[in-house]
Every structure is written in C-alpha cells, then in structure tokens.
C-alpha cells in the first residue's frame, strides 16, 4: 500500500484553466497551437447541463462554510446542477417522486456481489472450519454463522483471499482499544484500517491503496459556492506496475497536458495526478457525524464526475457508476455514487462488515478483495474508453 508524502500545491494548478503551453505541456505535433475545442466547450456548457442563466450566480447563493451545518450544505447541493442528492441503493426504499433511475447493470452485479458479503453467504472455505471452529455457531462467542462456510464444489472458483486468523485478532483488538480509550480519526486510520489495506493490497499490482486526507478538489471541479471536501484512502490504477499497461500509461499523461491542473483526476495530491480513482474511502471515528461523512462524499464523487466528463462520454459510456465506502466506527458501508441527467445521485447504502466482530473482519477482507478486482476488471477497461481514449479523440480534433 502506498502513502505518498505531502507535496506543495503548485499555484498553476488552482486556476480554474490549464494552457498546456504556459505550464510547461507541449502540443502533440508542430501545427500552430490553439486551445483545444474542448476547453472552449467545457467552460460555456460542460456535460452536466448549463448553469442558470441569472444576473448574478455568486449574489443569490447562500453562503456555505465547513461551519455551515449539514442540512444547510445537504440543502445546497440538491439546488445546483454541480452539487448532489442522496438516496437509497436498494430501490424499493425510495419513493415514486424521486424519479430514480433504475440502476445500471455494472452497479446490480457488483451490489449482488456485496450483498452477498453482507449477508455471509458462502465466503469461507470449508478447509478453514478447524481453525475457525472456536468462532463459528454454535460456539459460545461465535460470530460466524454456518451459511457462511461454501459448498467444496465452490473452492475451485474462489475469488477472494482468506485473512488469517493473527490479522482478524490484531484488527479487534486495535479496533477495541480505539474505540474504549475513544481515539480520533487519525489513530482509527493508522491502527486500525492501514492494517487491512495493507494485508489486501500487497502484491503492488494493478490495483492499490492510497492515503489522501489532505487532497484538496481542484477549484474548477469543485461545486459552486460549496467547501472543499477530501476523504481519508482511496483505491487507485496504477498502470505504471503492470508492463502491459505502460502504452494507456503513456496515452494518459499525454491526455493530462490538456486537462485542468494537469491531472488525470480531480485532485492534483501525490499519486492522484496520475493514477485513476476507482472507489473512494472516507472513515469516522464513533460517533463522528454520518451526515458530515455524506456530504464529504457526495461532494467528492460530483467532483470525480465532472473531472471524468471534462471532454465529455462516448454516446454509450462504460463507466456507470462510482463506488465508495464510508466507514463509520466499526462499521463500514457501501455507498455508490451515478450520474442521473446533469445531476449526480448518491445511492446508501450496503453495511459490508465491522471491525466489532471477527466474522465483521473476514467480510471487510472479502469485499475489499472484490473492490479490487472490480477496479481492475471492470472500472480500468471503462475508464480507458470513456476518458482516456475518448479524451484524446476530443482534443486531437
């Protein structure tokens, strides 16, 4: 798992335009330089639909502060076309007014898959029964149902690592402390939550962990008149680890001399400029605010879209949806943030396993496992064709 270290913000990369020329990028080939169409198109009427045609935009906005309190800045984003709404993933929950698009299919695969984690259904393999037996019911202090344990048929084609036991009872017991001694945000991360990442994600291939409490959104993705929001981890692309990937790795840095503050994403922090956000994590200690961890959320994926739509999608674009996870305390949940018309819509959310229960450890593990391999099997592939190939298909026009 990376950590990349603190780097000063360059101050080209906070103006609300990017000239490949002023800022040290180059054109593709000798022609007479011009701004790319895209730019021109991008700042009149970007894909997320035209702002409202007032006097003055900034005059009738309310202000909105980190102070501001949440229903205030839940309330603001719903009123912009840059902002967003929350609603229910499991669609039967919301309501016929709310006119919510069915779910794409990549996002009803991938929830099923979760689901599937959240209920315990068929995650461990039937080897692991001995070492876990002091665990599972009817065990006095169990905490693993007997649904949880697969048919054998089912271990040829398991998708998923088991963590071992020494990591479950570490895990706990950091997780105990934290919370019994009532400890910040911070030691949750460096305790208790960079353990599990690091167990997950050690194998540096294509997929990795990146910490980013400190990555600022770039002001020109960033919702009008709203606070900056940042998340604490994200899972991330990393082409630059698999040989195979370095041609997109080179198409993509060509295609981020033409984006705004030179970066691939919305952010411009450490290895965010040019590695792919695939699923966004944002945590709380217990009793931090759910509503703050929404709206940290909400703010960041309307930001992450608007930067993927910078030259526009393709007219049937792969990329449907993007995950996150909030973990609250113990708890984490599945969040999913789609695209509805000119608006972005945040669907809650799947609880996926809590760090109060060993079997809690295993489902963490395991949907972690399955973020991981969906950002590379499913996420990559879109994303190459919706914003990098297609981006530099706009821009060479």
């Known amino acids: 798992m990376a950590s990349p270290g603190k780097r000063p913000l360059p101050a080209e990369y906070t103006n609300d335009s990017v000239d490949p020329q002023r800022h040290g990028g180059t054109q593709p080939d000798d022609r007479t330089p011009k701004a790319p169409r895209s730019y021109a198109s991008f700042a009149a009427s970007d894909d997320w639909g035209a702002t409202p045609s007032l006097p003055s935009r900034a005059s009738s906005l309310s202000s909105v502060t980190r102070k501001s309190s949440p229903t205030k800045q839940f309330r603001h984003a719903e009123l912009w076309e840059d902002g967003f709404t929350v609603r229910k993933i499991n669609q039967a929950h919301n309501k016929p007014a709310d006119k919510i698009q069915p779910l794409p299919k990549s996002l009803r695969d991938l929830k099923a898959r979760l689901n599937q984690v959240s209920l315990g259904v068929h995650l461990l393999p039937e080897r692991c029964r001995d070492e876990f037996s002091h665990l599972s019911y009817p065990a006095e202090d169990a905490s693993i149902p007997p649904s949880a344990y697969m048919p054998q048929e089912a271990e040829a084609v398991q998708q998923w690592r088991t963590p071992p036991l020494s990591l479950i009872n570490k895990t706990i017991s950091k997780a105990t402390d934290c919370d019994v001694r009532r400890k910040d945000e911070y030691a949750w991360n460096a305790d208790v939550h960079h353990g599990l990442f690091a167990f997950v994600f050690d ?82 200690r217990p009793g931090g605010q759910w509503d703050d961890a929404l709206l940290q959320m909400g703010t960041w994926q309307a930001a992450q879209w608007r930067s993927y739509t910078q030259h526009g999608l393709p007219p049937c674009p792969a990329l449907e949806f993007l995950p996150g996870i909030i973990v609250h305390g113990h708890r984490w949940r599945f969040v999913a943030t789609v695209r509805q018309g000119s608006k972005a819509v945040l669907l809650t959310e799947i609880d996926i396993g809590t760090t109060s229960t060993e079997f809690g450890v295993i489902q963490i593990v395991i949907a972690l496992e399955i973020l991981k391999r969906w950002s590379a099997e499913v996420f990559w592939p879109a994303f190459k064709s919706d914003v990098v190939h297609h981006g530099l298909s706009v821009v060479a026009e």
């Open 203 to 284: 194998d540096e291939g294509l997929v990795d962990a990146e910490t980013c409490p400190t990555a600022d959104i770039l002001s020109r993705f960033k919702p009008k008149g709203a606070p900056s929001k940042s998340i604490d981890f994200c899972l991330v692309v990393r082409p630059e680890n698999l040989a195979e990937e370095a041609e997109e790795r080179e198409k993509m840095e060509l295609l981020c001399r033409y984006r705004f503050g030179n970066s691939i994403n919305h952010s411009v922090q450490g290895n965010l400029c040019c590695c792919p956000i695939a699923v966004s994590i944002e945590t709380k």
